[in-house]
C-alpha cells in the first residue's frame, strides 16, 4: 500500500488545505526572425497544496501554496433580490475582512456593505456571512451584526453549559449556524449555535478529542454520528459506519466523505456521498482527494480530475430529487519545476526534471511542422532516480534524442561504473546496455536504434536497442575517436588526413570521403548527406549530395550539426549562432540572446539543444521551468529512409503483431498497404510517425477483421513529409506471414 497524507481542516473560517496539480497550456506566438513560436513550462506532477480562503454563491477564491490567491466567479451567479445584514440568508455571498477591532463586510454580487466594531476585550472566533463570533474577557460568546444605523448588534450565546471549554469553531455549508466543539468534564462534544437568536444546542457528545465534523442547514455529522439540525430534544444521533477518511462536507441530504490515510498501491482516492436518510453511497469524483470543502450556500468544491496534469476544482451542488451534480469550475495552474537537461528530436520536446517523491520523470511536448506546441505535458518514462553525473557537465543527466521517440542517458551506479539509458517508447519501460564498468564517459552523436558512448577509459562503443523493449547490447566496440551515428552508419576519421569513413553497422562495409579537412578531425557530426568536421581552429561540412566542401565557423567553441545549419552558443555575449549553409555558402546570424543567467551551465543539452530531425532549437528562456521554440528558417532535407528493421514474423496476432520500424530523416505521415501473391490488397494501416520513426503494428487480418492467409506479402509504405517539404517517400518490400 502507498500511503497519501490526510489533509486537515483549520479550525477558524472553515478554510480547506488541499493538493493537486494540473498543466498549464503552452503560450504560443506568431513566428518572426528568432521570435519563438512557443513556449512551454515543465510542471511537477506532484499535487500542489491549495486552500480556500473564502467559498460562497457567486464564486470563490482558492489558493494553490504559497501563490497569491486566486478569485473565480460563477458565471450563472443571480444576486439576491435584497442583501444586507437583516437577511442572513443572503450572507453565503459576503466576504469578510478583518482589520484591529473592525470587520469590513462586502456582499460579493450586489456590492452593499456593512461594517462590524469589535467591542474592547473581545476576540474574534469565527466569521460566516454577516456574523461575527466573539469571546468576551470573561469566555462568554457573542454574535455580533451590524445594524441599520452603522451601529453594532451584540447577540449573548446562550445554552453553552456551564463550565464548558470551547476548543475550535467552524464554519460549514450554512450562514446561519456555526459549529463549536467543546470540551466539559474531559469529555468532548460538538454543538451549533443559531447566529440569529445565539441560541447553541449541543447534538453529539464525541468519542475522539477532534472529532472530524461536518454540517449544513439540515444535518449535522460529527465523530461519525449524524443528526438533524430539526430533531427534537433528546434526539440521539445514528452512528455511521466508520472509514479510514475524511467527513468533508453534507450537500443536501448527503455526506461527502474523500481523504482516506492510505489508498492501495496504482489506485486513486476518490469522493463518495452517502445519503443520510437511506446510507446509499456513490463515487461523486474519481480520483479526488484533497482541496475538498463545504461552500457558504450549502455546497462543496472539490478538486479531481483524469491525471495530475489535468487537476480540477469541481462545485457540486444539491440537485432537486436529492442527488448531487458536479461543474467544473477551474483548472489549477501547476508548480513550474527545473529543467536539468532538455532534448528535441522529430518534432518532439523532451524535459528531464523533478517527479513526486524526490524522483525523475522524462516528459514531451509535441511540436507541429512549425514547432509550435500542439499539446500538453505528457509522461515518456517511469519514476527515475537522480542521475550522477560529472563535475562540469552540461545537463544532468547528459541526453542524445535519436529521433524515434525515445532518448538515449547515461546513468552511473555507486561504483561508478556507467550503463547507457534508454526510454521513451512509454511511461513505464526502462532498458540499459552496460559499458563492462566503464565510467566518466560521453554520448556522442547518436540516432534512432544505435547510441554511441564514449568511455572514459578510451573504448567507444556502439550500443544497439532495436525495435522491442528489450535490454541493449554492445554491437560494435573500438579505441574512441571522433565519431557519429547516423542512420545505420558509422562517420569516424579515415587513415589518411581529412579522411571520414562511414562503416555500415549492419553489413560492415565501409565508404571513404575525401572531406578537405587539413588534420585528422577532432569532432565529427553526421545529419542526413552533411558531414561535419573540426579541427579546433578550422571546420567544414561536407555535403555528400553534392561532394562539396563548405567552410563554417570555428572561432567559439563546440557546434551542433543540424538539417542543413550549425548551431553555436557565444558564452561572452550569451547570443545563439546559427550558421546557415545549405546552398553551399555559409551565412551566421544571431538567433536568439539566450539570459544571462543560467539555469544549467552548459551548452546542448544544457541550455539549448536543436532537433536533427526537423530543425526547429529549444531553449531554456530564462523563467524557471520554461523552454522557448524557435524555428532555424533553413529549409529541411528531403523525406529518406536511413535505417529500418523489416522482418518476417514466426507468429502473428494481436499480442505478437509484425512491428516493422522505419527510420526517416524527419516526422512524416504514412501509409501502410500489405499485398498477397496474387495482387489483393488485405489491409491498409495509416499513422503519424513516432519521432521521425514509422512503426505500425500489423495483427495479421485484412481491412475486414478476417484473419489473413498464411504466405509471402508485398509491402508498400508511402510516407508525406509532415512539414510539407520535398516529396513523398515510397519504399517496398517483402515479408512472409506464418
Known amino acids: 500500500m502507498s500511503r497519501s497524507r490526510r489533509l486537515v481542516h483549520t479550525a477558524v473560517g472553515g478554510v480547506v488545505a488541499l493538493s493537486c496539480t494540473v498543466l498549464s497550456a503552452p503560450a504560443q506566438a506568431a513566428p518572426d526572425a528568432g521570435e519563438p513560436v512557443g513556449t512551454v513550462r515543465l510542471v511537477t506532477e506532484k499535487r500542489v497544496t491549495v486552500d480556500y480562503p473564502w467559498a460562497g454563491a457567486s464564486g470563490f477564491q482558492y489558493r494553490p501554496g504559497t501563490t497569491s490567491v486566486t478569485t473565480v466567479d460563477y458565471p450563472d451567479a443571480v444576486p439576491p433580490a435584497h442583501a444586507g445584514p437583516d437577511d442572513l440568508a443572503s450572507g453565503t455571498d459576503v466576504v469578510n475582512t478583518r482589520s484591529g477591532q473592525t470587520v469590513t463586510q462586502k456582499h460579493r454580487s450586489t456590492g452593499v456593505t456593512a461594517t462590524v466594531t469589535i467591542p474592547s476585550g473581545h476576540a474574534v472566533r469565527a466569521t460566516v456571512g454577516w456574523s461575527v463570533l466573539t469571546m468576551d474577557g470573561t469566555g462568554a460568546l457573542h454574535v455580533l451584526r451590524a445594524a441599520a444605523d452603522g451601529t453594532t448588534t451584540d447577540t449573548p450565546v446562550t445554552g453553552l453549559p456551564a463550565g464548558a471549554r470551547p476548543v475550535y469553531y467552524r464554519t460549514g455549508g450554512s450562514v446561519g449556524r456555526l459549529a463549536i466543539v467543546y470540551v466539559l468534564d474531559d469529555k468532548t462534544s460538538v454543538g451549533l449555535v443559531d447566529l440569529a437568536d445565539g441560541a447553541f444546542r449541543t447534538y453529539v457528545n464525541a468519542d475522539e478529542a477532534t472529532p472530524q465534523l461536518a454540517f449544513n442547514d439540515r444535518w449535522l455529522v460529527a465523530d461519525w454520528k449524524a443528526i438533524r439540525v430539526d430533531a427534537g430534544p433528546g434526539t440521539e444521533p445514528t452512528a455511521l459506519t466508520r472509514t479510514d477518511a475524511q467527513l468533508e462536507a453534507v450537500v443536501g441530504d448527503r455526506l461527502l466523505i474523500g481523504n482516506p490515510t492510505f489508498v492501495v498501491g496504482g489506485t486513486e482516492a476518490a469522493l463518495a456521498a452517502r445519503s443520510l436518510p437511506t446510507g446509499a453511497t456513490s463515487t461523486v469524483l474519481t480520483s479526488s482527494f484533497g482541496g475538498i470543502g463545504p461552500t457558504l450556500d450549502g455546497g462543496a468544491l472539490a478538486t479531481a480530475g483524469p491525471s495530475s496534469l ?238 562539396r566542401r563548405i567552410t563554417v565557423p570555428a572561432d567559439i567553441g563546440p557546434a551542433r550539426l543540424a538539417d542543413g545549419f550549425l548551431l553555436r552558443e557565444n558564452r561572452t555575449t550569451h547570443d545563439l549562432l546559427l550558421t546557415d549553409f545549405h546552398t553551399g555558402t555559409a551565412t551566421t546570424r544571431a538567433l536568439v540572446r539566450l539570459p544571462a543567467t543560467d539555469q544549467n551551465t552548459g551548452g546542448s543539452n544544457g541550455r539549448w539543444a536543436v532537433d536533427r530531425f526537423g530543425g526547429h532549437i529549444a531553449y531554456l528562456n530564462g523563467t524557471y521551468g520554461e523552454v522557448s521554440i524557435v524555428p532555424s528558417g533553413v529549409p529541411t532535407s528531403p523525406l529518406a529512409q536511413t535505417e529500418a528493421q523489416v522482418y518476417s514474423p514466426t507468429v502473428i496476432g494481436r499480442s505478437f503483431p509484425w512491428s516493422p520500424v522505419w527510420q526517416l530523416n524527419k516526422p512524416s505521415t504514412w501509409t501502410l498497404t500489405l499485398t498477397t501473391a496474387s495482387g489483393t490488397a488485405v489491409r491498409t494501416l495509416t499513422g503519424t510517425s513516432t519521432g521521425a520513426a514509422v512503426r505500425p503494428a500489423w495483427d495479421g487480418t485484412t481491412d475486414t477483421g478476417a484473419g489473413a492467409p498464411s504466405g509471402g506479402y508485398t509491402w508498400k509504405l508511402s510516407a508525406r513529409p509532415r512539414d510539407g517539404q520535398g516529396p513523398d517517400l515510397t519504399l517496398s518490400g517483402t515479408m512472409t506471414l506464418g
Open 310 to 547: 489535468d487537476w480540477n476544482i469541481h462545485r457540486i451542488t444539491p440537485t432537486g430529487n436529492g442527488g448531487l451534480t458536479t461543474t467544473k469550475v477551474a483548472q489549477v495552474p501547476a508548480f513550474s519545476t527545473g529543467v536539468e537537461a532538455l532534448a528535441v528530436a522529430g518534432g518532439e520536446l523532451f524535459l528531464y526534471g523533478t517527479t513526486p517523491g524526490g524522483s525523475h520523470r522524462y516528459n514531451s511536448f509535441q511540436l507541429d511542422a512549425a514547432g509550435k506546441p500542439t499539446g500538453s505535458q505528457t509522461r515518456r518514462s517511469p519514476g527515475l532516480a537522480a542521475p550522477r553525473c560529472l563535475t562540469g557537465d552540461a545537463a544532468c543527466p547528459q541526453l542524445e534524442a535519436l529521433g524515434d521517440g525515445r532518448v538515449a542517458s547515461l546513468w552511473t551506479d555507486t561504483d561508478g561504473r556507467e550503463a547507457v539509458l534508454n526510454v521513451g517508447l512509454d511511461t513505464t519501460t526502462v532498458v540499459n546496455a552496460p559499458t563492462d564498468g566503464d565510467s566518466a564517459g560521453r554520448l556522442a552523436g547518436s540516432s534512432g536504434r544505435y547510441a554511441l558512448y564514449n568511455g572514459g577509459s578510451g573504448t567507444q562503443r556502439i550500443t544497439d536497442f532495436p525495435r522491442a523493449a528489450t535490454s541493449g547490447t554492445t554491437t560494435l566496440t573500438r579505441a574512441r575517436t571522433a565519431a557519429a551515428v547516423w542512420g545505420q552508419t558509422l562517420w569516424a576519421p579515415g587513415s589518411t588526413q581529412g579522411a571520414v569513413t562511414g562503416r555500415n553497422l549492419k553489413t560492415g562495409t565501409t565508404t571513404t570521403i575525401a572531406t578537405g579537412a587539413p588534420c585528422t578531425p577532432t569532432d565529427i557530426q553526421a545529419v542526413n548527406t552533411w558531414l561535419y568536421w573540426s579541427c579546433g581552429t578550422s571546420a567544414g561540412v561536407y555535403d555528400r549530395a553534392t561532394n
